[in-house]
């Protein structure tokens, strides 16, 4: 079943070229993926009071064109497959100009249910409530393998702070980004049309993680990201 939902870029969603910042990029889409849940009936407040919730495992994402201030994008978004503890769901970006529809970029996330006291994943598998919402297309995006330590050249140091938190109560998935993108001051540019952001640790309020990157410059940014007790919590590739 496909689901079409729309958002408007504000100004304070954009970058000094007027283009969509990635990590609010990155928010919209997984704001619409819970939107989605929400009006299948699976959504985290449904499962909050089971006492579990949705958390982000990968995203990946490629654009064409970003878009930029004032635009009024559309996206369609579906449930591609079930797999045990894991759903996949997929994202078309539109941008809609005086009635025109054209097609910037598509993307592919993959979710887990946790159970948020033990804070291990649930099998969903074959669950009716889950898989009667299954469309089954696939996109394609290629996915990338996990950074290369030795092509580390910048580090620094982030205190995860109150503005950082989520209602699972640990650092959101879209704050990543930002924290990944203001690693590289005014050098970063968003022309990173495809990146891909895995996520495998939770990181919580007050905790210092290391960002650990490669210079802007490279058509190929990787990025390594560290909790406090040294377990890689988030990688992160982003291409040119």
């Not at 495992?57 to 009024?72: F, G, H, N, S, T």
Request: aromatic share 12%.
């Amino acid at each position: 079943m496909k689901q079409r939902y729309t958002f408007h870029v504000h100004y304070a969603d954009v970058d000094i070229k007027c283009k969509i910042k990635p990590y609010i990029l990155e928010e919209q889409i997984l704001n619409i993926a819970c939107r989605a849940a929400d009006d299948c009936g699976f959504g985290i407040p449904d499962l909050n009071r089971e006492g579990k919730s949705w958390v982000l495992a990968r995203l990946q994402v490629a654009m064409d064109e970003y878009p930029i201030l004032k635009d009024d994008i559309e996206v369609e978004t579906w449930i591609e497959s079930n797999r045990f503890s894991f759903s996949t769901r997929n994202f078309r970006l539109w941008r809609c100009t005086d009635g025109q529809h054209e097609l910037i970029g598509v993307c592919k996330s993959i979710w887990a249910i946790i159970d948020l006291k033990t804070r291990e994943n649930v099998n969903i598998f074959g669950q009716e409530q889950f898989a009667k919402h299954v469309d089954g297309e696939k996109i394609q995006i290629a996915a990338f393998k996990h950074p290369d330590k030795n092509t580390i050249a910048g580090e620094y140091s982030y205190t995860i702070q109150y503005s950082d938190i989520d209602q699972n109560g640990h650092c959101n998935s879209a704050r990543y980004m930002q924290i990944i993108t203001n690693a590289f001051g005014k050098t970063y540019v968003p022309s990173f049309r495809h990146f891909q952001i895995s996520y495998s640790h939770e990181v919580r309020f007050g905790e210092c993680i290391k960002v650990k990157y490669t210079p802007a410059e490279n058509d190929n940014v990787q990025v390594l990201i560290y909790n406090s007790t040294g377990d890689l919590c988030t990688s992160a590739i982003l291409i040119k």
